[in-house]
């Protein structure tokens, strides 16, 4: 059990993180911090938080297990404003959707504090942002990504795989390069489709109509374009490399797809449709322990 959880950004994955150690008996108290005071203030009386602080170094003084559930672009930031109560028997994660920029601020940042960092990425999450959405069940059944760097403390890696364990999460492993590429594929590119698909049919003159006829294949589509624009707006940034190089991919795939409509080429078309049907029927929500 932790003594006290130093909650920086008490929004829905940070409050639902708090919820969900309180649930499970991991944590005695909880300090959170977020830049807003309504918010802060909100957690208090929902229970997500047992004291409001008034700064992130405070939410940490006396803390041994922190999260930074900031968007990537603050990470830091935050990371700095807290360095100098970071020390060794403290674990510090974070839950961004992309690693190598937040491995980059962490190393930035804590410097001789780094051993207690361990990068996390919760598979999880809701289209709609805030405390008030913050649920105790919300990692249970999911995967949690570690992307330890090589100064990692053992000892805090092997905390925060406990961590997520005991929340029902399952833990895998990966370097920060690998998760970017992997996650640019299945979950920053979607994204990018969803909210362009969006705005294509809003430009169009008969685009309300078009949206009116939506059914239940357009509604699980593109349920992901109503996602927190600013939390999206970091993520597709942080790690424009690998979307950029995944979007390229699709491109030539629709382009392939294009080219047989367009020519009228149903056999070969059938066919690519074939293929994806196939990929698709065996598609397992699995992964490995660990990936390289």
């Not at 041994?64 to 807290?82: M, N, R, S, Y």
């Not at 674990?91 to 990068?119: C, E, N």
């Given at each position: 059990?932790?003594?006290?959880?130093?909650?920086?950004?008490?929004?829905?994955?940070?409050?639902?993180?708090?919820?969900?150690?309180?649930?499970?008996?991991?944590?005695?108290?909880?300090?959170?911090?977020?830049?807003?005071?309504?918010?802060?203030?909100?957690?208090?009386?929902?229970?997500?938080?047992?004291?409001?602080?008034?700064?992130?170094?405070?939410?940490?003084?006396?803390?041994?297990?922190?999260?930074?559930?900031?968007?990537?672009?603050?990470?830091?930031?935050?990371?700095?404003?807290?360095?100098?109560?970071?020390?060794?028997?403290?674990?510090?994660?974070?839950?961004?959707?992309?690693?190598?920029?937040?491995?980059?601020?962490?190393?930035?940042?804590?410097?001789?504090?780094?051993?207690?960092?361990?990068?996390?990425?919760?598979?999880?999450?809701?289209?709609?942002?805030?405390?008030?959405?913050?649920?105790?069940?919300?990692?249970?059944?999911?995967?949690?990504?570690?992307?330890?760097?090589?100064?990692?403390?053992?000892?805090?890696?092997?905390?925060?795989?406990?961590?997520?364990?005991?929340?029902?999460?399952?833990?895998i492993h990966m370097s920060p390069e690998s998760h970017d590429a992997a996650f640019a594929a299945v979950s920053h590119l979607p994204h990018l489709l969803a909210f362009a698909l969006i705005n294509s049919l809003a430009d169009q003159p008969n685009g309300d109509d078009y949206l009116g006829l939506g059914g239940p294949g357009f509604r699980d589509f593109t349920r992901i374009a109503a996602s927190d624009p600013k939390v999206w707006r970091d993520i597709l940034l942080s790690n424009r490399k690998e979307l950029l190089a995944q979007s390229r991919h699709f491109r030539a795939a629709l382009d392939a797809f294009e080219a047989l409509i367009d020519g009228e080429q149903g056999e070969a078309l059938e066919s690519l449709i074939s293929r994806a049907s196939q990929v698709r029927a065996q598609w397992r929500m699995t992964a490995p322990r660990s990936a390289k």
């Open positions: 059990m932790f003594e006290q959880l130093g909650l920086i950004g008490c929004g829905l994955m940070g409050g639902s993180f708090a919820l969900a150690l309180k649930q499970a008996g991991l944590v005695k108290r909880v300090v959170g911090y977020s830049k807003s005071p309504s918010t802060t203030e909100r957690a208090r009386q929902m229970g997500v938080i047992d004291l409001a602080a008034p700064s992130a170094l405070l939410a940490v003084a006396g803390a041994d297990i922190v999260l930074v559930a900031v968007p990537v672009a603050a990470t830091e930031a935050t990371l700095k404003a807290i360095k100098h109560l970071v020390n060794p028997q403290m674990l510090v994660m974070d839950v961004g959707s992309t690693k190598a920029d937040v491995v980059a601020a962490a190393r930035s940042a804590l410097r001789d504090q780094i051993g207690s960092f361990v990068p996390a990425h919760p598979i999880t999450g809701k289209e709609v942002a805030g405390v008030e959405h913050a649920d105790a069940e919300l990692y249970r059944g999911k995967q949690v990504i570690l992307t330890p760097l090589e100064r990692t403390l053992t000892a805090q890696l092997q905390k925060a795989a406990a961590v997520w364990s005991a929340l029902g999460s399952q833990v």
